[in-house]
């Protein structure tokens, strides 16, 4: 069962410009987290947000929780080529010790 | 340094030939997982443990083991390959207090 779907799964734009990654779910989450993968590497965490409604900037990237805390959004201003990877959102379960959820992934590619 | 060492990074083996792939984590953590990742399915759980001989499975158990002898180390068996089992394996540690996981560099097989 895939519980979040984000979208587009595939994003190839030029530097500079600007884009926003989603991440949907009809599930309720109690924090959510943005993940980016590099090739050949692990996903490495960027962000935590956990209160509904929340803001988080980490310099050029703006996330944000859904107000009812069952999706989110990654906004990037200025795309640059060291942007480009893999963006994975993952969801947060109050209860149990299986309790975090991957998206499906968007893939960014940005052109010099 | 906060490691995750997964081994080996890359393995090609022929289908029914058992495989052992390690990981080990030097966080002291209790909580390890196994994922793996496929094209548009992104990370998916295999098993997950929660401390010493805990262990249970996720969400794609089927044709794997694991075992959780000591704390550091959380192997992953796979007694019988098979072709659908082709994909690329990553070990998390998860700190336990912020849920953060910390990711391997994972491991790509590939089941001839």
């Known amino acids: 069962t895939q519980l979040l779907e984000q979208s587009p799964q595939f994003l190839s734009i030029q530097e500079g410009e600007n884009l926003t990654v989603y991440c949907n779910s009809s599930?309720?989450?109690?924090?959510l987290q943005w993940y980016r993968q590099e090739p050949g590497e692990g996903p490495v965490l960027l962000v935590t947000?956990?209160?509904?409604?929340e803001v988080k900037k980490l310099k050029r990237l703006t996330f944000q929780f859904g107000d009812a805390r069952k999706d989110s959004s990654l906004h990037i201003t200025a795309a640059q080529p060291g942007d480009t990877g893999l963006y994975l959102c993952?969801?947060?379960?109050?209860?149990?010790?299986?309790?975090?959820?991957f998206g499906t992934g968007t893939r960014l590619t940005v052109i010099p | 340094e906060a490691q995750v060492t997964q081994n080996p990074r890359y393995l090609i083996t022929v289908t029914g030939k058992k495989l052992t792939v390690t990981c080990s984590q030097n966080?002291?953590?209790?909580?390890m997982s196994w994922y793996r990742q496929d094209p548009g399915l992104g990370l998916r759980q295999i098993y997950y443990?929660?401390?010493?001989?805990?262990?249970d499975k996720g969400d794609v158990p089927e044709g794997y083991k694991v075992s959780r002898k000591e704390k550091r180390n959380f192997p992953l068996i796979l007694e019988s390959p098979s072709p659908n089992q082709t994909s690329l394996y990553f070990c998390?540690?998860?700190?336990?207090?912020?849920?953060?996981?910390?990711f391997g560099a994972g491991t790509r097989l590939s089941v001839l």
């Open positions: 599930s309720v989450f109690s924090s």
């Open positions: 993952a969801g947060v379960k109050w209860t149990g010790a299986n309790n975090l959820f």
């Open positions: 443990s929660m401390n010493v001989e805990v262990t």
């Open positions: 966080m002291n953590h209790e909580y």
């Open positions: 947000v956990v209160t509904g409604g």
């Open positions: 998390a540690s998860t700190s336990g207090v912020k849920n953060i996981q910390y």
